[in-house]
């Protein structure tokens, strides 16, 4: 999963630059959208308008920046902070929609502009958080803060707002400055040509297939879906395999064709590794910038500088949890891997055909046929059960209604961005409007791999905002009146996503920089990896998984056989995510002059998996540094660890919720009250004691992924 946090302040500070002329009224950024809830204006947005638009909004920001650092009067917290709150407002609403639209829905001009404009964003952020005059005004708030009577939440503010200074080097000598303030530009640019590269590489890197014998192993609704997106490539008569995020793509469970899965798995694995999309250099690139960054502003490396401001506060304390977890989670998958080539080498002799050692494109075929030898079903038995619409309101907003007293109706007069894109307003227990839901749930060649949410408006009492959230998923789209039907692991990412959702859609903060998912990266995974738990839960599973044809519910044998089947596989899951997890910490603990150069990318990878003792040849990492988004955009950088982390909490949120009577509206309204309505609102460790009760406990997590050896 992926989440999209905006790094910048309350507007999402965006690129310095001369101010130009506003733009006229016909650009509909230029008030806020009349549409309920400020919902963007789609209908009415032309790439025309994003220029125009962005830069009346950086230029409004600078004038309103420069009004409270070069006021007369003595600093308040109104005239700063409350004032830095709400400065930007034009800024921000072409900045969340064009963001949006460029992961989801992009195209050439769209990606022209991502490019013209990332290093301008980079400087217009650090024209407001390299201005001396304004946080001298901030520093000498917060140095007398306890003098100031603030409520609690307008502390953390300040104290938010103090921090994210320093950290952006508002102490550096004015010497300095100009050298961070290139680096962040390049570092801007060569984030936005890494996903560049990675979205056109997918799509170039799609493996085409001729004839339909080749798909053996395939359901008619998979074949049709791949004909489907061969059609919208102009190549009617054939098939084409569109590339996940992944390393592992998700068709070689089923996949008979060995030699084809090969050629699947090699063209993800190579993605972005030479080429004409070639991203190795931009990774060599932005290790070296980001260490040189760590040392400008004091810290030995990039991930001491980037978990300082984390749950985790230091690298040692993650290299701690993942050699823990990364040790047990191994010995876990060389135990599946001997399984599953036991199962390989009986099937070669009663072909009578020679053996063949375990591959990476193998294990999911065969780890498949284990499964079901052991617990007596495939994807192929339950994926009629799960019918994407029926999952969603029969499984995620039920659980969710159960819990927290919420219903979603849908507003088809509301228009998304495109005709598939749907919009669902949001309304509370009482009554009450919370906001709106837009599910953008398929797979395009214009958008970007993996499963996120995001906001095109952010809750904010201070600005009277209720939230529009979005998730997207990229489900293969199905032909023309056939049923999208998902995998399991597509439900759970469903039910992962739509947590995030919920954390954006209760959020009660009063100022912007405080709601939401605005918290670190090793919490906010929280409240989605909690809600993944409701996947798995009989009372919610047996609610949505009913067979597309006939309604009929899923079998209690099968349901069971499901249930018992969720822990086989956890030792390769988790080894290929801590290996991901090692290779980003490990880029980002070095200083400026050991980063690899663009030719020994791959093998720096090879030799801190090495050193982790994590260099496992049948279980790849979940992804190559060449295509690792979480690691070389601008959210997740030294904090993939982050999903391992967070689950921590999540299982312990789980291990509550049973001993507590499960799925009840009082313990629902708990966590809600505790943690989705709250954002940062007070620090992460400080929220969960107050839900918990007590420190968080590793010992859940490893029991949950069948991880803990036996006595």
């Known amino acids: 999963m992926r989440i999209l946090l905006l790094l910048l302040l309350a507007a999402g500070p965006a690129a310095a630059g001369p101010a130009e002329k506003t733009p006229p009224p016909e650009n509909p950024f230029f008030q806020p959208s009349p549409l309920p809830y400020e919902l963007p204006q789609f209908d009415r947005i032309q790439d025309s308008d994003f220029r125009p638009a962005y830069a009346a909004g950086m ?36 900045d969340k929609t064009f963001q949006n639209l460029n992961m989801s829905d992009t195209g050439d001009e769209r990606q022209k502009i991502e490019s013209e404009l990332a290093p301008k964003l980079a400087a217009h952020r650090d024209a407001i958080m390299l201005n001396a005059a304004l946080f001298a005004r901030i520093d000498a708030l917060y140095r007398g803060r306890e003098g100031l009577g603030l409520d609690p939440e307008s502390l953390q503010l300040l104290e938010r707002y103090h921090r994210d200074f320093l950290r952006a080097g508002a102490r550096l000598s004015e010497a300095d400055k100009p050298e961070l303030k290139k680096i962040n530009e390049e570092l801007s640019a060569l984030t936005t040509r890494f996903a560049q590269n990675l979205m056109k590489a997918a799509k170039n890197g799609a493996v085409v297939v001729d004839d339909a014998k080749e798909l053996e192993g395939w359901s008619a609704e998979q074949l049709g879906a791949a004909a489907r997106a061969a059609r919208d490539r102009g190549l009617a008569g054939k098939y084409v395999i569109g590339l996940q995020n992944t390393t592992v793509q998700p068709p070689l469970e089923e996949l008979k064709n060995r030699a084809l899965r090969e ?11 030479g080429g004409e999309f070639d991203n190795t250099a931009l990774v060599a690139q932005a290790v070296a910038l980001r260490a ?41 998958a060389k135990d599946e891997a001997a399984d599953i080539q036991k199962l390989i080498d009986e099937q070669a002799r009663a072909a009578l055909a020679k053996p063949f050692p375990l591959e990476p494109w193998d294990w999911a075929f065969y780890a498949a046929q284990v499964r079901r030898a052991r ?16 999952v969603l309101k029969d499984g995620a907003f039920y659980a969710a209604g159960e819990l927290y007293g919420v219903a979603f109706k849908e507003r088809p007069d509301l228009r998304g961005y495109r005709p598939e894109v749907r919009v669902f307003e949001v309304i509370d227990a009482d009554g009450s409007a919370l906001g709106l839901l837009v599910r953008d749930d398929f797979k ?30 990229n489900v293969p789209k199905p032909a023309e009146g056939q049923p999208a039907l998902l995998t399991f692991d597509e439900v759970v990412t469903l039910f992962h996503e739509f947590g995030h ?29 909690f809600n993944e738990m409701w996947a798995l839960e009989p009372a919610i599973l047996s609610h949505f998984a009913r067979h597309y044809r006939t309604g009929a519910p899923m079998p209690k044998e099968l349901f069971d056989k499901v249930l018992a089947g969720q822990k086989y596989g956890q030792g390769y899951a988790t080894t290929e995510y801590v290996e991901a997890a090692v290779i980003d ?15 020994g990318v791959m093998a720096f990878e090879v030799d801190a998996l090495k050193k982790s003792g994590l260099d496992y040849a049948p279980v790849p990492p979940r992804y190559h540094a060449p295509y690792f988004l979480h690691a070389f955009n601008e959210d997740y950088e030294a904090a993939y660890y982050a999903y391992i982390w967070a689950e921590v909490l999540a299982r312990d949120a789980g291990g509550w919720f049973r001993a507590h009577g499960g799925i009840l509206r009082a313990n629902g309204d708990f966590f809600r009250a505790k943690i989705l309505s709250r954002g940062r609102t007070l620090e992460p460790d400080v929220l969960f004691r107050q839900f918990y009760g007590r420190e968080p406990d590793i010992g859940p997590l490893l029991e949950y992924r069948d991880l803990v050896p036996p006595k």
């Open 444 to 473: 395009r060649d214009n958008k970007n791999g993996g499963a996120w949410m995001d906001t095109f408006v952010d809750q904010s009492g201070l600005l009277g905002q209720k939230p529009v959230v979005v998730n997207n998923l």
């Open 375 to 390: 617990y007596g079903f495939d994807e192929a038995q339950v994926r009629p059960y799960f019918e994407l619409d029926r």
């Open 263 to 273: 050629k699947l798995y090699r063209a993800s694995s190579a993605r972005c590794d």
């Open 292 to 332: 040189r960054k760590a040392a400008l502003l004091g810290y030995p490396n990039y991930a001491a500088y980037a978990l300082a401001d984390e749950s985790a506060g230091t690298p040692e304390a993650v290299n701690r949890m993942l050699e823990r977890i990364g040790r047990a989670a191994l010995a876990k």
């Open 59 to 94: 230029a409004e920001q600078l004038r309103e920046v420069d009004a409270i650092s070069g006021s007369s009067q003595p600093a308040t917290f109104a005239n700063t902070v409350v004032a830095l709150e709400r400065s930007g407002r034009l800024l921000t609403r072409v």
């Open 501 to 529: 959702a919920l954390h954006g859609l209760f959020s009660q903060a009063r100022y912007p920089r405080l709601g939401g998912t605005n918290v670190p990266p090793d919490f906010v995974e929280l409240p989605s990896q």
């Open 585 to 599: 910490q490990a880029l980002h603990q070095i200083p400026a002059a050991r980063a690899p150069a663009p030719s």
